[in-house]
């Protein structure tokens, strides 16, 4: 190895000797453990059931003397370790029940002893509970995988935002109607652009895997037209094509969801730093700002400010994927936002939450009296905060629907 390679390779063997490798770890002991709910203090007992129950037998056994042999109840301590335990664990106690068994019903009378079918019934019953336990842990194992794949899933979808980003304060949360699948079809994010930072958060019609199949390409094409386009109708204009392409793909492909449509939300906040950077506009020291807003079908924000809280009036746009019923440009409107003015931009989830008896969750009458409550509830964090223990407390913890509760706003000096 000579000239440039070797200073290369030199430079690069430097950095690792000076970096220290991670230690890799099997992770199958980490999967398992981590379903083990039989703890305390971090430290596993899910051992202890099972010896209860192989000490608890041959006592009860010795109690009730010859007339009601109990001895062959220890086939039950194999059973309980493979329900909880792992599988050398269950392995040892098959072997203490079959060990027990025969000092046990050899201390008894010989009329009163069980003899050999019942040890069959405990060896046999050892074995098929360490089969079961192996079966339990591969089981779970698998899920606990196909839970990581969703979560990935769930990040690259719903990407982490970092805070203050394109000189924004924001706070959301998405709370799937799957608990299991964690993911759906609402979408959102923040994306800063030398044009400005532009905002999304929309909807998808219906669940399921081709609902998130859908939210995964709008939110692509928002990511690269936000950034390029320097008009936000051409964003909006994007985004109405992309859904008419796979809206048309699916039915090319024969799929029954050939006719889904979302509804959205496209927020335009202007770049008003002279130095512009791909971190967003620097929009300290203003009164107000212009927004402009392109509503397609969705429930329009509510702007939440000390004086109280009002939707904003913009025109109902039709959802994206059915801009070809009626062809028209996507124009903003636009709308003043002042330093201590909060966006609150939600989906159907939060405004057709329904309780026991029916009723709709109140959205605006319920930030209002928080906002009467506390002023400080104009805050993304602690607006974000509230409606969410809200929903929650309004329909008992069931959601039917995926929910997503977002607020944006200028971000100032005094935040």
Same mark, same amino acid.
């Given at each position: ?8 390779? /030199?430079?690069?063997? #430097? *950095? ?14 980490? $999967? ?21 129950? $192989? ?39 098959? +072997? /203490? ?44 194992? #698998? ?22 980003? +394109?000189?924004?304060?924001? @706070? ?17 994010? *923040? ?38 386009? !320097? +008009? ?23 799929? @029954?969801?050939?006719?889904? %449509? ?6 335009? %906040?202007?770049? $008003? ?22 509503? %397609? ?24 994927? $059915? ?7 996507? #124009? ?38 928080? /906002?009467?409550?506390? !002023? ?6 602690? /607006? ?22 977002? @607020? ?8």
């Amino acid at each position: 190895m000579r000239g440039p390679y070797r200073r290369v390779w /030199l430079w690069l063997m #430097r *950095i690792r000797m000076r970096v220290p490798m991670p230690r890799v770890r099997r992770r199958e002991p980490d $999967l398992v453990e981590r379903q083990q709910l039989l703890r305390v203090r971090g430290r596993s007992i899910a051992w202890l059931p099972p010896l209860v129950v $192989l000490c608890a037998v041959p006592l009860l056994d010795w109690a009730t003397g010859g007339d009601f042999r109990v001895i062959s109840w220890l086939v039950l301590v194999p059973g309980i370790a493979a329900a909880v335990c792992q599988v050398w664990t269950t392995g040892v106690f098959a +072997g /203490l029940a079959m060990f027990l068994y025969v000092l046990g019903d050899d201390s008894g009378a010989r009329e009163y002893r069980t003899g050999l079918p019942d040890f069959i019934l405990v060896a046999l019953g050892g074995l098929l509970s360490v089969l079961a336990c192996t079966v339990r842990l591969r089981g779970q194992e #698998r899920m606990l995988h196909m839970r990581a794949i969703i979560d990935t899933t769930s990040r690259i979808l719903l990407r982490r935002l970092p805070p203050d980003v +394109g000189g924004l304060d924001h @706070a959301e949360v998405y709370l799937a109607a799957d608990s299991q699948a964690r993911v759906g079809g609402d979408f959102y994010d *923040i994306q800063p652009s030398p044009h400005g930072t532009r905002v999304v958060i929309g909807d998808v019609q219906g669940k399921g895997i081709a609902a998130v199949e859908a939210a995964s390409v709008l939110l692509g094409t928002f990511r690269e037209a936000a950034y390029h386009e !320097p +008009g936000a109708e051409v964003v909006a204009e994007r985004l109405e094509t992309r859904m008419v392409r796979h809206v048309r793909y699916c039915a090319h492909i024969g799929r @029954a969801d050939a006719e889904r %449509f979302a509804t959205a939300v496209l927020l335009d %906040f202007p770049q $008003l730093r002279s130095e512009r950077t791909d971190w967003g506009p620097d929009l300290t020291g203003l009164d107000a700002v212009t927004v402009g807003v392109i509503n %397609f079908g969705h429930e329009p924000p509510l702007l939440v400010s000390p004086d109280g809280v009002r939707p904003l009036p913009l025109p109902d746009g039709l959802p994206l994927g $059915l801009g070809e019923l009626e062809p028209q440009p996507h #124009r903003p409107s636009t709308v003043r936002l002042a330093a201590d003015e909060t966006l609150l931009l939600v989906t159907d989830g939060v405004t057709e939450a329904r309780d026991g008896g029916g009723v709709f969750f109140p959205l605006r009458e319920y930030v209002a009296g928080a /906002l009467a409550a506390d !002023p400080r509830a104009t805050e993304p964090d602690t /607006l974000v905060r509230l409606v969410h223990e809200g929903v929650l407390a309004h329909t008992g913890g069931h959601l039917d629907d995926d929910t997503t509760i977002f @607020a944006v706003r200028r971000a100032g000096r005094a935040h």
